[in-house]
């Protein structure tokens, strides 16, 4: 069970996916201390670090740290693989994602996440069905809007 | 009004924002924007106006107000509304809103859409912020999307009600049903979420896990095919056909299989399977090893497998990875109990752990080895784990040194290591030493009574260089008041003995008074160490002008022990030698041990120096006076005071007991010393010292005084150390008969020109077949160099049965009395 999943860049927090409830205040001040906490670890040192009565995983790829608080019994090496598998998805998505893919399309990179992980459990292990289903949805999106566009642009509506 | 600006723009504006207060302007000015453009109840951007406030949220402003909107988009017909209706939900709403109730409705609606991909949305977001009410309310719906064919959907409705029981469990049963066939689906992800479900099920009700049991076979035939099938390019990772379900399904085997045989035994060749042929080049194969691992450990599995996992976690720790070696090293922590000697073997590698550079890891491999410390490696490890404590963190520094105490109280291979083990830690880490830690050591101090000398000379030297280290410095004054008297007389026989005077014991210790560095419990057994002094010291004077000063001190514990002890000084004076005598051996008790030392100590409490004050004494003035007596002291007038545990008639026994032997005309008020009293508080054995071990060294032997129907008693026998005239002989009575003898009670008696004190038993119980001992201690002053003769009395109860006997002990050796 996954308590909350982000991504950091720059010390900016980027995205953010909480599976509990507590109000923005205590999500600000815990994201602050484990941003603190991961910003602080140093390249040698383990993907692990224990926090209260939580475990995070973090990873690191170029610019931006991808850390799941999980709890005490989870998996830590399969929880490294879920965030790389989600890293996996963002990459064939958006076509060697970098940071500012994140930045400028975040609602993307959200439906990504919603489409793999539901409730803090993977949903869909297979990468291939997971980007069908985004682009499927992407679809239908398109075609909801395409006609009103048209309809704007010659003034009819 | 012209068309709100586009997400991308906005981002790319307030990225161009160079301080805060730029960016907060900019802010500002469209969440303006937004709000009159939301007034405006304009449906056309209403999602394009949700999606900014989504971003400027993100970077941390508030977005409240755009909750009503989001329900607003989640009610809309269109899918890009919807999408991003649903995502502000999940960002900006939580049950802790009153509006979040609104979204049930709609969420029921869209649950039951013609769009899977807008069921699909529904689902995640009851699945990810659902609340009880929504969850009881919609229940239904998802349980109806469990039993679909359509993947999809059967999916997400899975884990939609894993929330659902986890928010309302008593929903539980519900789902029951539609859990009957799901794991015969051939897709992956309804397996994996299946999974989950069953697992989160199991976990929660001890008759689902019961039920599900049966389900083992089908999980073992899943997990075989997932590894024996050849290549599936969707599912593979690294070469592993779906890493993910692999685990989840460990998991529940573990969960299914724990205590129970059947289930572990169907599932042993398995994960022999999966332990054998995992490939472990890369994490993913790790993890699934990993996994493996837990549930071999977690069920009943057969031993063979279990040496089996232990190595596979023993080759985890020459790992390169730092990742794969911090698991290994958690597993390890959990399975030394039970696994101990498997465990053992990797304690090489354990050990080189300590040197990691990651902070979890060498916490873990701490924990480790000091649970693999035993009677056989302490030595070497005991090394390893100093020179740890030296170099390591201060976090690490109270457990680390904890630890070390621990294991070498269990461990230690002599005394001496054992002191000088302590005196490392105290020295290198003494701040970090817990505070229960003073009154162990202490106990462990006095109870080492050959290692007095070299104890008090090494803390001595260590004051000398350093006294900011609290703990040291406490057990060092408490040292130096308990044995100053070696310290200046050069006693020491472990290592060459230091030339220091009287004066210079007093400067350090009143240095520890008035130092800064000094807390106020330091100053405390400062305090109370010089007052020791007086009667171990000659300089008395000294010590007399110091308690004075102390009496006005603005700390009140120092005050008040300095005010006591000056009326000791001043009116009690002739109880100074007996109550600040050496301290005896003190009992450890079994479960806490701090705690019985506190009281004895003295030190920590002020109410048990309270009780040294003469006019709250009861019994121990008794026996001060008694010892007196028998040291030969002044006419003192004796406090009559009842002995609240002495049988009346004993004295009676008493008299008959000795009526042969010219009983000794010494005092014998109502309170006759000799007989045990069998229930004293603390203080009276602290007031009533005696150096208890046996002292072969000084070359008396000892003797069998008694051996009859089973009963055995030995004497052992030394000198007391400031009067040659006292002999301190202490009994041993073992019982070698099938039973316990109980209400055991000793009594002896001696010629009129010795004078006996009989201190009390360590117990009235001697256990049967020699397992165990009743010692007593009896002191014998014989200021005539007479030959010792004694009558004893024995009496106690075996199977029922009281049993009573009188003796003649005449076979002290010479040496005894001489």
Known sequence: ???????????????????????????????????????????????????????????????????????????????????????ELLDKYFGSVCELDIIFNFEKAYYILDEFILGGEAQETSKKIVLKAIEQADMLQEEAEAPRSVLEEIGLT | MPAPIRLRELIRTIRTARTQAEEREMIQKECA???????????????????????????GYPAHFGQLECLKLIASQKFTDKRIGYLGAMLLLDERQDVHLLMTNCIKNDLNHSTQYVQGLALCTLGCMGSSEMCRDLAGEVEKLLKTSNSYLRKKAALCAVHVIRKVPELMEMFLPATKNLLSE??????????????????RSPDMLTHFRKLVPQLVRILKNLIMSGYSPEHDVSGISDPFLQVRILRLLRILGKSDDDSSEAMNDILAQVATNTETSKNVGNAILYETVLTIMDIKSESGLRVLA?????????????????????????????????????????????????VSIKRRAMELSFALVNGNNIRGMMKELLYFLDSCDPDFKADCASGVFLAAEKYAPSKRWHIDTIMRVLTTAGSYVRDDSVPNLIQLITNSVEMHAYTVQRLYKALLDDISQQPLVQVASWCIGEYGDLLVSGQCEEEEPIQVTEDEVLDVLEGLLVSN???????????????????????????????????????????????????????????????????????????NGPTEIVQTNGETESSALDSKHPPSITQPTNQANDLLDLLGGNDVPVIQTALPTKPASAGGELLDLLGDLSLSGGPTPAPAPSVPISQTPFLLDGLSSQPLFNDTAAGIPPMTAYNKNGLKI???????????????????????????????????????????????????IVPALNQGSVTQVIRVLNPQKQQLRMRIKLTYTLKGAPVQDLAEVNNFPPQSWQ
């Open chain 2, 33 to 59: 924007a937004i709000r009159s453009s939301f007034r405006e109840e304009d449906n056309t951007y209403r999602c394009r106006n949700v999606a900014k406030l989504l971003y400027m949220h993100m970077l």
């Open chain 2, 310 to 358: 232990i190595n596979i976690l023993g080759r985890f720790l020459l790992n390169n990875d730092k990742n794969i070696r911090y698991v290994a090293l958690t597993s390890l922590l959990k399975t030394v109990q039970t696994d101990h000697n498997a465990v053992q073997r990797h304690r090489s590698t354990i050990v080189d752990c300590l040197k990691d550079l990651d």
């Open chain 1, 1 to 87: 069970n996954r308590n909350e999943r982000r991504r950091i860049g720059r010390g900016k927090l980027r995205l953010q996916k909480w599976y509990v409830a507590l109000s923005d205040t205590q999500k600000k001040k815990i994201s602050r201390e484990v941003i603190q906490m991961v910003l602080a670890r140093k390249p040698k040192m383990c993907s692990f670090l224990e926090w209260r009565d939580l475990k995070i995983v973090y990873k690191r790829y170029a610019s931006l740290y991808f850390c799941c608080a999980v709890e005490d019994q989870e998996n830590e090496l399969i929880t490294l693989e879920i965030i790389h598998r989600y890293v």
């Open chain 2, 714 to 764: 030995e004497f052992t026998f030394e000198r007391s150390n400031p009067n040659p005239n006292i002999s301190v002989i202490t009994i041993h009575a073992s019982n070698s008969t099938e039973a316990d003898m109980t209400d055991f009670v000793f009594q002896a008696a001696v010629p009129k020109t010795f004078q006996l004190q009989l201190l009390s038993p360590s117990s009235n």
């Open chain 2, 517 to 591: 560095l000094s807390a106020p419990v330091t100053r405390g057994y400062s305090l109370t160490a010089i007052m020791k002094l007086s009667t171990r010291f000659s300089s008395v004077n000294r010590i007399k002008k110091v308690v004075s000063i102390y009496g006005s001190s603005i700390d009140v514990e120092l005050q008040q022990r300095a005010v006591e002890y000056n009326a000791l000084f001043k009116k009690y004076d002739h109880m100074r030698p007996a109550l600040l005598e050496r301290m005896p051996i003190m009992e450890k008790t079994a479960t």
């Open chain 2, 186 to 203: 051939k897709n992956h992800g309804v397996l994996h979420t299946s999974v989950v479900l069953l697992t989160e099920m199991c976990e």
